[in-house]
């Protein structure tokens, strides 16, 4: 889910943005600072949308930078359990499908990609044995959110499924819509 966060923090601006205007060094430091950060709480910082209130700045002896009290809006995505995700899948491995959902990347294991016992091929494709569908990069996808991991907050980790119905490749979840529209037209 996406979010705007309001946060309030020193920002640090050094010497050598003092002929800035405050606000403009104290944006470029909050963007330096915040974009791509992770955090549990936060999710993942997509952007900065706004710098609002600048307080008078403080200089640190010793330090010579200065320190300013803003208040400033983020725009986050925290993943939550059971989000619907659409997405677009950027590799493929022996193991499972890597797939971008918005400004992140989920993984799908090679056993939640479809109900059917699935294979990989050394061409990059996940293909299902019953069902002949196939999985390969630059497919968009429909997923549902079934796991988040910050332990590593470096690298955090968010599990997808595309097994149960209503989910996977989007191709797929045409294919009833238009057996249907076909059956209808044979009735007339």
């Known amino acids: 889910m996406f979010y705007r966060v309001k946060v309030k923090d020193f920002i640090r601006v050094p010497p050598s943005m003092f002929n800035l205007s405050t606000k403009d060094a104290v944006l470029q430091n909050v963007k330096s600072s915040y974009e791509e950060y992770v ?15 600048v307080k008078e700045g403080v200089i640190v002896p010793g330090d010579g930078a200065g320190y300013y009290e803003t208040e400033f809006e983020l725009l986050t995505f925290n993943p939550e359990l059971n989000e619907l995700v659409f ?17 992140i990347e989920g ?20 293909q299902g044995r019953k069902s002949g ?43 009833p819509a238009a057996a249907e529209a076909k059956s209808g037209k044979e009735e007339e």
Not at 39 to 53: N, P, R, T, Y
């Open 39 to 53: 955090s549990k709480e936060m999710g993942f910082v997509v952007g900065v949308l706004d710098v609002g209130e």
């Open 87 to 103: 997405g677009k899948i950027r590799d493929i491995t022996d193991f499972g499908a890597f797939m971008d959902i918005g400004s």
């Open 107 to 126: 993984m799908v294991h090679i056993s939640q990609s479809m109900d059917d016992f699935v294979s990989f091929s050394k061409e990059k494709v996940l």
């Open 133 to 175: 569908r196939t999985v390969k990069v630059g497919d968009r996808c429909k997923a549902r959110i079934i796991a988040v991991s910050y332990k590593d907050i470096n690298n955090p980790k968010i599990g997808l499924t595309m097994r149960q119905e209503g989910l996977g490749k989007l191709d797929w979840l045409e294919e």
